[in-house]
Structure formats: structure tokens, C-alpha cells
């Protein structure tokens, strides 16, 4: 018996010695992980790490930023899961730039900091840099534009809180201005072409965009710094092309060109100018397309800084037209391009499209083009990846704000962005919903009960 005893004695110290230096272990693992930042981010999309393009504001960062986010201790749930979601988001800045500081502040408690904000706003994040300040509010912390039927908002604090560093780090807003006046998609335009929400993400990367009309002021503005034609369907006057053209050659001036296979050579003294023509054809890439048909092409990114942070992505456009430039001359890179499956459809009249030898373009086709000559320009043979319907589709949008971002030469704009956080839902019918509860409720336990008895009976009968 005295020894049975002894030896229940020397297992049960062996099982606490054994405990307590897991458990120390574990938690002097996550205080050295905490204190170096060390993270591993399994999730879907990295949806808990920052942004390329976060990663390289805070990197080029030059002067101190101060981050004060009001929000209320305790009350809903709602509430407490957005004040942690902001929390977690904002240490990782803090992490990643000594730079940044920030404090979460309960207005409740600390009256005297809110006082000082005048804040009456609960979950207002406020952002600055010297004089500069920059708010935002909980309301646009989410987006409810994009939700499907039984979908939550979208988390969008990391994109609002990078384009606020921006705003208050850089001196003043770089101008595009849109040219108006020849069938060009519309600014206001909501619908699936037009142009709404192209602008809105513009603007959000805290550029301004201005409209530009030469039928009304025969001159470029001297605060354009990137003239954006996007999908003209008119011909654009003699008078007006002279202008476009002198801004290229005496001012170096920078475009971002669209161009529709609708369109019949609206522009052919600037794209003479440029030296890009214009192939009537319709685009059609049976190997590398969108699963609604071929005519939805997906371009193959080739090497260039604008595509650089992209080449995992696949950017989807549709009705798009092949250019053709000198290849060989200095200054002119291909940037987007079919597979050699696909074609250019020269017939346009509405038959069943089929290639052609001899009549259609075979592939490999140039779908977009970088210049670097007397000015910049970028030049693509299709608008419709940009509109509305499209921006948002996997690539799309990184790509039009990496070709605005590499005009206009801002490094930290030329990036993959942060991507809205989704939440997602668990949809179970009533039947598994009833076997899921009644097998964590009776079976698990059941099972562990029976196990551990059968450990223990085994060690009794030694």
C-alpha cells in the first residue's frame, strides 16, 4: 500500500511539473512573440495581415503620426467587436512603424481628451501629422454597398486608415483631370459602364479628379498632372488634339488612355503622336477568359513596376481591342497580353464569332502598352475593367490605381491594397443544426467520459 501511495505521489508531482512547464512555456512564447511582433496569419486571403501598399507608407513614412481612436468601453456586443477590430488593425501599424503611435481612448473616462478633440461622436479614429488632422468615422468603418443577400458589410478601417496617412503626410492632392465632351464614360454615371465608382476610389487614394472640357477652355490646366480618356465613342476635334499633343511633346504631359472596340480611332493625331495603332477587332481568348464566354478575356500581366505586386491576380476585362506599337523602339513596354489561343475578331457584325486565317489576328495580342518618350502614357485597349461593373473584380482595381499611381510616380500607390475584411456566414439546414448541438452536447462528452474511465481502469488493474 506504502508503496502504491508512493508511486500515486511521484506521478501526480511528475503530471504538475510537467503542467506548469507547458504552461510556462506557452506564455513566455506569446510574451517574446508579442513583444517582437511575430505573427502567422493562416486566414483566407491574409485577411489579419496589412497591405503591400500599407507596408510601404509606413516604410517611406518621414514624420511622426498621432492615432486617437474614441471609443466607448463595454455596452452592445456590436460595439465591442468594432472597437477590437480597430484596436487590432491599428497595432499593426504601430508595429510596423515606429512612427506611429496611437491610444485607444473611452470618452466616458478620459472626458478631458475627448473635450480636447471635441468629440461627441462615439468611434471617430482620428489621424494627424502636425497641423494636419484627418477623421473617420464608425459609419464608413463598414461597407453595405457590396453586400449579397444574407452577407454582412465589409470591414474597410485598414484602406480608410492608409489613405488618411496620406493625406495628412503628403503636401497637397495631385490633380487627374477627365476629358469630357466626346462619348467618354460618364463621372456620375452609377450603371455597370459608367465611371461612378472610379472616381469615388480616386478620390479615396486622395487624389482630386477634375473635369477637363477644351470645347469650353482651349487649354490643359497647369494643375493637370494626368489627362484620363476613358472610352471616348466621338472623334475628338482637330483643334482639341493639337492641344493634347503640344502637352505631350512641350510639357511632358501623362495620359491613361482607354479605348473601346466600338470606337473608331477618336483620337488619330494623339495616337499617331504616341505611336499606337488602333486594330478594329474584338478580343477573344478561349484559354484565358472569365467563366461567362471568351469575350471576357483575362490579359496575362507581363513585367513591369505597375504589375509587379499583381502577377497572383487576374484582372478580367471584356469587349476589349489589340494595339500595336513599334516593339522595338525604345521607351515602349508591353504591359497586358492574350494567350497565344486567343484572337482578334475582325468580323463585328453580330455572327458566331470563329477564327478566321487570314483575316483575324492571332494570338498572342497586345492588350495594353507602357510609354516612356517625351512624356508618359498608358495605353489599353479596353475600358469596361474599370467601370463600375468590373472595379471590383479579383485585380482590377489594383491595376487601375497602379497605372494612375506609376503616372503620376507614386511609389507607395503602386501595390496590392488592403482588401475589405468579409465576414462569413455558416448556413446550416435544420437537421445538421439539430446533429451538430446533440453531438457536442452528448457525444463529445460522452466519449471523453468513456475514455478517461477506460484510462483509469487500465491503471487500476496494473
Given at each position: 500500500?506504502e508503496?502504491e501511495n ?11 511539473v ?11 512564447l506569446?510574451r517574446i512573440l ?11 486571403g ?26 466607448r468601453r ?8 468594432i472597437r ?7 497595432r499593426?501599424y504601430?508595429?510596423?512603424?515606429s ?33 494636419k ?17 444574407g ?18 503626410t503628403?503636401?497637397g492632392?495631385?490633380?487627374?483631370c477627365?476629358?469630357?465632351?466626346h ?17 469615388e ?12 472640357s ?37 510639357k ?6 482607354f ?24 478580343i ?11 469575350h471576357y ?6 513585367d513591369h513596376?505597375?504589375?509587379?505586386d ?10 476589349a ?13 508591353k ?11 475582325m ?15 492571332k ?7 507602357v510609354?516612356?518618350s517625351?512624356?508618359?502614357a ?30 503620376m ?27 451538430i ?12 467520459l ?13
Open positions: 500500500m508503496i508512493k508511486r500515486r505521489l511521484r506521478y501526480g508531482v511528475q503530471a504538475f510537467i503542467t506548469v512547464a507547458v504552461v510556462f512555456s506557452v506564455v513566455s506569446h508579442d513583444r517582437k511582433h511575430i505573427r502567422w496569419d493562416f486566414s483566407q491574409k485577411e489579419h495581415s496589412l497591405s503591400d501598399q500599407t507596408k510601404k507608407v509606413l516604410k517611406n513614412l518621414n514624420q511622426e503620426i498621432q492615432v486617437t481612436a474614441f471609443f463595454g455596452g452592445e456586443l456590436d460595439g465591442i467587436f477590437q477590430k480597430v484596436d487590432d488593425v491599428l499593426e504601430a508595429a510596423h512603424s512612427r506611429v503611435h496611437y491610444q485607444m481612448v473611452d470618452p466616458d473616462a478620459q472626458v478631458e481628451k475627448a473635450l480636447q478633440y471635441h468629440m461627441t461622436t462615439d468611434g471617430t479614429v482620428v489621424i494627424e501629422s502636425g497641423v488632422k484627418k477623421e473617420i468615422y464608425q459609419s464608413q468603418l463598414f461597407d453595405y454597398n457590396n453586400m449579397t443577400e452577407s454582412l458589410p465589409h470591414f474597410a478601417g485598414e484602406g480608410l486608415f492608409t489613405n488618411a496617412l496620406l493625406s495628412v503628403q503636401e492632392q495631385k490633380t487627374v477627365f476629358l469630357e465632351g462619348g467618354e464614360r460618364k463621372r456620375e454615371d452609377s450603371s455597370a459602364t459608367g465611371f461612378q465608382s472610379t472616381i476610389y480616386l478620390t479615396k487614394n486622395n487624389y482630386a479628379v477634375e473635369p477637363l477644351l470645347i469650353k477652355s482651349p487649354k490643359i490646366p497647369a494643375y493637370c498632372e494626368l489627362v484620363f480618356i476613358a472610352g471616348p465613342h466621338q472623334v475628338i476635334r482637330e483643334e482639341e488634339e493639337k492641344i493634347l499633343v503640344q502637352w505631350f511633346e512641350e511632358k504631359g501623362k495620359f491613361l488612355i479605348l473601346d472596340p466600338t470606337s473608331q480611332a477618336p483620337m488619330p493625331k494623339l495616337l499617331q503622336e504616341l505611336k499606337i495603332t488602333l486594330f478594329p477587332d474584338l477573344l481568348d478561349p484559354e484565358r477568359h472569365f467563366v461567362l464566354g471568351p478575356p483575362s490579359p496575362v500581366l507581363e513596376p505597375i504589375t509587379k499583381l502577377m497572383g491576380t487576374n484582372p478580367i476585362f471584356l469587349t481591342r489589340s494595339l500595336g506599337f513599334p516593339d522595338a523602339e525604345k521607351g515602349y513596354t504591359l497586358l497580353t492574350t494567350s497565344e489561343a486567343a484572337w482578334g475578331e468580323d463585328l457584325s453580330g455572327k458566331e464569332p470563329k477564327f478566321d486565317e487570314g483575316k483575324d489576328k494570338g498572342p495580342l497586345t492588350l495594353g502598352v510609354i516612356e517625351k512624356g508618359k498608358v495605353v489599353v485597349g479596353d475600358a469596361d475593367f474599370a467601370s463600375n461593373g468590373l472595379l471590383l473584380a479579383p485585380g482590377n482595381l489594383d491595376l487601375f490605381l497602379n497605372m494612375v499611381g506609376w503616372l510616380g507614386d511609389e507607395e500607390q503602386v501595390a496590392i491594397r488592403p482588401q475589405e475584411t468579409q465576414f462569413r456566414n455558416l448556413t446550416l439546414t435544420a437537421g445538421r443544426a439539430r446533429f448541438g446533440i453531438f457536442s452536447q452528448f457525444v463529445y462528452p460522452i466519449l471523453i468513456v475514455a478517461g474511465g477506460a484510462y483509469w481502469f487500465r491503471r487500476r488493474h496494473r
